[in-house]
């Protein structure tokens, strides 16, 4: 099978890393260029040691991204920022996987509302695919704009949409507790994430209607379920550097043993996709530098809340492992290369 040229904008943020590490490994692609706007003219290797010998390549300017040819871009910028740099990519006809979230909300209004500014280019919102590989496979097949979800939406849309989607579910009440590694908050010096703010503590934060990965979890979930479905979302902070791990409480008429078969069935062929039993609830060291998510379900006696546990590496899986399996699934690769 013929290989690709990829080039990566970003390549210096954390999922930027993770992505390079990946496409090195991948026997079909070949990376063409990696830019940085803060190391440009630096070799990879310079700014993390830890890959010498493994990527050297010297990283270019974002204004130079397009004095190379590629058949894939991915571009793993900030929001705002990454809609400008791929626009020109997405003209010239050229696969695009973006990790920001700039083309996942399909409303344009939706986007300003979480966003705070008005979409570049609301006329691709519509024409971008949202790309979860076990929802959306036939679609990121053809797509030319693929959205890569959010870390904290795949770990609670996974283990929802079958039970959504389920005769009879009648879900009523859904309240997804979930806790982040500090990766997640990308690689930019914040407070809040330094090392003295995080070690030996363990915080909530954006608790209720505030996080931004809400809006695509509300998309996802309602369009699954044919009707508008809204969550309680309390995300927290670990004192991790990666894992995701969401305790999700719904309402409904089935027991828990029917939502882990539902489950089961829905994800059955699915090579990333690990269903355990009940007495089996997945951790974030299970899933830690993997591409898995790993589901469970328990709960739900004597009228009380079903309970769905979710886990996942939210650099993997939660970003830069899922773009790279919609990338296999966009060029007809297999689709676990470079990921098992």
């Known amino acids: 099978m013929a290989s690709i040229q990829a080039g990566i904008a970003g390549a210096t943020g954390y999922t930027g890393v993770e992505l390079v590490k990946l496409l090195k490994k991948h026997p079909q692609v070949t990376i063409a260029y990696i830019s940085s706007q803060s190391y440009a003219g630096k070799r990879f290797s310079e700014v993390f040691p830890e890959l010498k010998g493994i990527c050297d390549m010297e990283l270019i300017a974002p204004e130079d991204l397009h004095a190379h040819p590629v058949d894939c871009f991915f571009s793993c910028l900030p929001h705002a920022a990454s809609a400008a740099v791929c626009m020109p990519f997405i003209k010239k ?76 579910s009648n879900i009523t009440m859904i309240i997804a507790d979930s806790k982040s590694g500090v990766s997640g908050a990308g690689r930019s010096l914040k407070l809040g994430t330094q090392y003295v703010e995080v070690h030996d503590n363990f915080s909530a934060y954006s608790v209720g209607r505030m996080h931004r990965h809400l809006g695509e979890i509300d998309q996802e979930l309602s369009q699954a379920n044919n009707k508008k479905v809204t969550i309680t979302f309390s995300p927290h902070l670990l004192p991790l550097s990666r894992g995701i791990l969401s305790t999700i409480y719904i309402s409904t008429s089935l027991s828990a043993a029917a939502c882990l078969n539902s489950i089961k069935t829905a994800y059955a062929n699915e090579p990333f996709i690990r269903v355990r039993e009940p007495q089996d609830l997945p951790t974030i060291r299970d899933v830690a530098h993997t591409n898995f998510c790993d589901i469970s379900v328990t709960g739900g006696d004597n009228g009380l809340p079903v309970i769905i546990v979710s886990a996942l590496d939210n650099l993997l899986k939660g970003a830069s492992g899922q773009a790279v399996q919609n990338m296999n699934i966009m060029f007809g690769f297999d689709e676990t290369t470079a990921l098992l």
Do not use: M
């Open 93 to 168: 006809g050229i696969r695009v996987i973006d990790l920001s979230a700039d083309f996942r909300l399909k409303d344009p209004a939706v986007y300003t509302k979480w966003y705070t500014i008005d979409h570049p280019c609301p006329e691709l919102l519509e024409k971008a695919v949202f790309g979860i590989p076990e929802l959306y496979r036939n679609s990121i097949a053809s797509a030319q704009l693929l959205a890569n979800p959010g870390c904290y939406a795949t770990s609670i849309i996974l283990p929802l949409v079958p039970l959504l989607k389920e005769k009879g």
